[in-house]
């Protein structure tokens, strides 16, 4: 049979066999009007006031958005945010928007365009996080876990703050959005490097859909409130980048209804584990790098068998990507068991370990390989991985190999499967 897998910017459609398992989320269709959608979730907020009531002429507002790793549909959610704040009587010259880039790549001009869209660009004051801008990050103490905290001044110096993303599941911190918008979005890269560390990540509650004991989402929960946001507005998405959902209001309140209506659709039971799983990144944006093309690994790793195989289909058009240090630590290391050695070891601090960290756990779980377009079989290789030339023919391969039951997650990360006896 023919599944379209999520894939770079056009998707991939491959042939499987008639046996394999096709797993995907609950499909919701997009909400028929989403600007109404949108402004009766800024006028009837979860918990808190209306937007409109919490600011007046003169308050300064800074609003943060996502970078373009992220699926969050900027263009056409922050439109409708800043007609309400200027209706509102806000002044245009006191919006700031602020793109929360935690440790990633600042974005280039065209594509701050790509992201916002043009008239946004060229009609609001635009400013990208610096993690490591110290004389742009203020110090608000320690978390509850003790981990110095650093967060971006422009933010905390606004009058009004108001935080912005997408809600989808999330390797190790349960869900994304919410508090994701303050650590690690604007965060000192100390303050990310304490909070992805090595015993955070490798906590059992540090995973997929999992928000209340997780130390990873309750630090970020905690550093977020420390920063008292005045108003948060995420969205949930289908297949079809459309929205289905708008969450408005108080931080808290507004992401657990979000991550609460998620949940009954990400979330999807397998009766048995696999020989083989085929998973995806969810597509463009978010396979633009193998970086990132981890989480799809990650879920695929939670249904197949000890010893089985995976195998990722991710465009990486932004390579591994170029900057930070994943690719640098995992040719540093060398194997998977030595990755986590050299993490674990006292004293040690990287950019970009967590995600290496987990490669190694999935690693030593099952097999990985990894068809990608945008890398070469050397740049695969050297992140520890198996190159794929063909997505079929790597497919009948393994089957052969490892046996001949067969999972597919054609939209990877957006799926949280699991095992129905766990």
């Known amino acids: 049979m023919e599944v379209k897998l999520a894939y770079g910017r056009n998707g991939l459609a491959v042939n499987v066999p008639d046996r394999a398992e096709v797993i995907q989320p609950l499909f919701v269709p ?7 959608a949108l402004r009766g979730a800024l006028r009837n907020p ?53 793109n929360g880039l935690g440790t990633h790549r600042p974005q280039s001009q065209a594509e701050l365009r ?12 635009c ?38 993303g997408f809600i989808e599941p999330h390797f190790f911190a ?49 550093a977020a409130l420390q920063t008292h946001p005045d108003f948060l507005v995420n969205v ?25 209506f998620l949940r009954g659709t990400a979330m999807v039971p397998v009766s048995r584990a696999f020989d083989v799983v085929l998973t995806t990144n969810g597509g463009y944006p978010l396979d633009q790098n193998l970086y990132q ?7 695929a790793a939670r249904i197949v068998r000890k010893g089985g195989a995976i195998l990722m289909a991710a465009a990486c058009e932004d390579g591994l990507p170029s900057f930070g ?55 695969i290789r050297r992140a520890l991985f198996s190159p794929s030339a063909d997505v079929e023919q790597t497919i009948g391969s393994l089957l052969a190999e490892k046996g001949m039951r067969l999972g597919v997650l054609p939209e990877g990360p957006q799926t949280i499967p699991y095992l129905a006896s766990e």
């Open 30 to 36: 997009g909400l028929p009007d989403e600007k109404g």
């Open 46 to 98: 979860i918990g808190t006031r209306p937007l409109g009531e919490l600011v007046r002429r003169g308050d300064t507002v800074v609003l943060v958005h996502t970078d373009i790793t992220r699926a969050t549909p900027n263009a056409r959610v922050l439109p409708v945010i800043l007609e309400e704040l200027q209706q509102a009587g806000v002044r245009q010259s006191d919006i700031t928007l602020l």
């Open 114 to 125: 790509q992201l916002l869209g043009e008239s946004i660009v060229d009609g609001y004051r």
């Open 127 to 164: 400013v990208q996080h610096d993690r490591n801008d110290d004389a742009n990050l203020v110090l608000l103490g320690q978390t509850r876990a003790g981990h110095r905290l650093r967060v971006n001044r422009t933010y905390m110096e606004a009058k009004v703050k108001i935080l912005t």
């Open 174 to 222: 349960g869900f994304s959005g919410g508090p994701k918008a303050i650590l690690p979005s604007l965060a000192g890269a100390e303050s990310v490097f304490t909070n992805h560390g090595f015993d955070m990540i490798a906590h059992p509650r540090a995973t997929w859909g999992v928000t209340d004991g997780n130390p990873i989402w309750e630090e970020m929960r905690d």
């Open 236 to 260: 949930t998405l289908n297949a079809r980048q459309e929205l289905t959902g708008v969450f408005a209001g108080d931080l808290l309140a507004a992401h657990r209804a979000g991550c609460e």
């Open 293 to 299: 093309s981890v989480k799809g690994m990650s879920a």
């Open 325 to 379: 240090l994943y690719g640098e630590l995992l040719d540093r290391a060398g194997s998977p068991e030595q990755a986590l050695a050299m993490i674990a070891a006292p004293g040690f601090q990287a950019q970009d370990q967590w995600q290496v960290q987990i490669q190694a756990q999935i690693q030593l779980h099952a097999d990985v390989h990894v068809f990608a377009e945008g890398l070469s079989d050397l740049q």
